[in-house]
């Protein structure tokens, strides 16, 4: 309605209306909606973390299943690569937990408890990589502080009780993890099956290579299904409408 003015008014009630009326518009002003660059940020980063270990699993300068000794004797006869699988393990933590959340965002919809269980295993095991990723990094700080070997074998072999804990949330988690993940990529059906099948297959494939076998190239092979099969996914995230990534910003 208009604003009349009193004889005795200058013009400032006025100037208050139009105040008031623009302020109401910036409050009535919507909030930006950030969906779309969220939905594809993470969907860049899914893939990324399976890729990084599979680089890391395939260049690590030692076997899984080596004894304390060999395991320091190839880390100090190439530096090089354990930093690089330092850089690799990373990006690794940086991107694993992100990713299966993306992951999950997308299949629980249609497969609530299974992706549920997933995350549970999947989230604290990948927190836990960053634990054992310690060992490497103290070895290469020993030696490129001149340690020798006898010293470094005995700081490896001397741990804390949490690292053994790591190792077992680790384990548990991302391979038991990961095959109830792509359990929940076939039920969903936001993925293509084939997505689904390398995401289960993955991970027991993994542990055969690094445990069973001690095969680099095979454990390439398997983190490398996981990836690909995380790949689908982020093609799907691309893919999703707004309204079913999230709600509209109130």
Not at 95 to 110: D, E, F, Y
């Amino acid at each position: 309605m208009p604003v009349r003015l009193s004889p005795y008014d200058t013009g400032g009630g006025t100037m208050t209306a139009l105040g008031v009326s623009a302020s109401t518009k910036a409050a009535r002003k919507p909030p930006a909606d950030l969906r779309r660059y969220s939905r594809w940020f993470l969907a860049l980063l899914v893939p990324i973390g399976p890729a990084a270990i599979a680089v890391l699993r395939y260049v690590l300068p030692y076997l899984t299943v080596d004894d304390t000794d060999e395991i320091v004797r190839k880390v100090a006869a190439d530096l090089q690569t354990t930093s690089l699988v330092l850089w690799l393990g990373f990006v690794a933590v940086l991107t694993l937990v992100p990713g299966v959340i993306a992951v999950g965002r997308l299949t629980r919809r249609r497969a609530p408890r299974t992706t549920a269980a997933a995350l549970l295993l999947l989230i604290p095991g990948y927190l836990a990589l960053g634990w054992l990723i310690g060992s490497d990094l103290l070895l290469w700080t020993g030696v490129e502080a001149g340690l020798d070997q006898s010293t470094l074998v005995q700081l490896y072999n001397t741990t804390h009780m949490t690292t053994a804990i790591a190792a077992g949330v680790f384990v548990l988690g991302h391979v038991l993890g990961t095959v109830l993940l792509g359990v929940a990529m076939w039920r969903s059906g936001a993925v293509p099956r084939w997505a689904a099948v390398l995401t289960v297959v993955a991970q027991p494939l993994h542990f055969v290579a690094a445990v069973i076998v001690g095969s680099p190239s095979l454990d390439l092979v398997a983190w490398g299904m996981n990836a690909v099969g995380f790949a689908a996914v982020a093609v799907a995230v691309i893919r999703l409408p707004d309204d079913e990534w999230d709600l509209p910003p109130a």
